[in-house]
C-alpha cells in the first residue's frame, strides 16, 4: 500500500486546531487584470478591495470568492517593495496559504516553539465591523503560512479592506473549497518538510508515494501528503527525482526560483459542468490521449457520470478503497510553467489520483516538450 510509517514517533496531533483554508494570496504583477481573468474565467466574484482609493498607499488587493475558496490577489505600487520584488523572482505566484484558527496568538507561539521560522507576530486590526488576529510564519521557499482569527468579525475581508462588488456579471462554475495544496521542494527536502507539518503543526503523514509509483520514461519525483487532524488541510509535498531527463518539479524549481506552490486543487461536486464551463471561457488543460478512455473503466469500475462526457472534457477517473474521484489539471496559468489548478470531484474517494499518475505526468512531459525543457 502506499501509507508507509516513518520511524520516528509523532504525536500525530494538532498543535493547534484547524478550521480550514481562510485564503490563498498570490502576489502578481497586475492584480486589476488578474481579478478580471479570475471573474470570467474561473467565475470569482470579488468582494473586497485595499488600494489607494482606500487609503492604502503601496499596494493594491483585490479578494474574490466562490463558495468557500477565497483568494486574494495583491500587486505593489512601487518597484522597491516585497511584493514586486516577489513577481521579479518568482513571477505570479502563491505568497500566503492562510489557515482559519480559533487563536492566531495561540497557534503562532506554539508554531513557533516547536521550530516554525516566525515572520510576523500577532497583530489584532480593528475598524467598525469588530477585529481580527493574524500571525504569520514561514514554510517552504518564501511562502508563508498566515494564522487568521476572525470569530469577531462580521466585516467584508479584513480591516482595512472595502466591501466591492464585481462590476461584471459573474456566473460561478461551481468551486466550493480548497481540496488541497502542493507545495514544490527543492531534492532531498521532502522529508526535512514533511517532518516541520508534523513536528510544528502536528500534522499527520497520510500517504507516500516514491519514484516508482510517479515515475515515467523520462522523469520522476517523490511525493508525501499531510494533513490536519480533521483532513481540512492536506498538503502533499512534492520533490524531483532522478530521470532521464529534467522532471516536471525541477522546472517547475528552476521557473520559480525556488520551492513554491505547485498546484491548487479545488473541489466541485458537478465537475462536468465546471470543466465544460471553464473551457468555454477559454482556460486550457492538460490532454491526455483518448485512449485512456478506452480501459479506463476496466480500473475504476462502476462510476455514475456518462464516459462520453467525461471523455469529451478529458477528465480523468481514479479509485481507492472508498470510492472514486473525477479530476483534471490546467495548463499554468501564467507564463512560467509554475502554478497551475486541479479540479477535482470526489465520489468517496479520499486519495488523491495515483492510478492516472503516469498518463498525467506523460501530458506534462509533452508540455514542456513544446516549451523546451524536458
Ligand atoms: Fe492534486
Known sequence: MDTLTSNKTYTEQDTFPINGTDYIEFYVGNAKQAAHYYQSAFGFRIVAYRGPETGARETASYVLQQGKVRFVLTSALYPDHEVSRHVLQHGDGVKVLALWVDNAADAYNKAVERGARPFKAPETMKDEYGEVTIASIHTYGETLHTFVERKHYEG??????????????????????????????????????????QDVMGFKLLVTFDDKDISTE???LMSKVVSNGN???????????????????????????????????????????????????????????????DTVLERVGEIKEELEELKRLNILIDRDEEGYLLQIFTKPVQDRPTVFYEIIQREGARSFGKGNFKALFEAIE????RRGTL
Not at 479584513?158 to 461551481?174: D, H, K, V, Y
Not at 477559454?282 to 490532454?287: A, P, Q, T
Request: proline share 4%; glycine share 8%; hydrophobic share 40%.
Open 218 to 220: 523520462y522523469t520522476a
Open 231 to 293: 483532513g481540512f488541510i492536506k498538503f502533499p509535498i512534492n520533490e524531483p527525482a532522478q530521470g532521464k531527463k529534467k522532471s516536471q518539479i525541477e522546472e517547475y524549481l528552476d521557473y520559480y526560483h525556488g520551492a513554491g506552490v505547485q498546484h491548487i486543487a479545488l473541489a466541485t461536486d458537478d465537475i462536468i459542468f465546471t470543466v465544460d464551463e471553464l473551457r468555454r471561457r477559454g482556460v486550457e488543460f492538460l490532454y491526455v490521449p483518448e485512449a485512456y478512455y
Open 156 to 197: 467584508a475581508f479584513l480591516p482595512g479592506f472595502q466591501a466591492r462588488e464585481s462590476l461584471m456579471e459573474i456566473q460561478p462554475i461551481g468551486l466550493k473549497y480548497v481540496d488541497h495544496c502542493v507545495g514544490n521542494v527543492e531534492l532531498g527536502m521532502m522529508n526535512k518538510w514533511v517532518e516541520f507539518y
Open 366 to 369: 509533452r508540455e514542456q516538450e
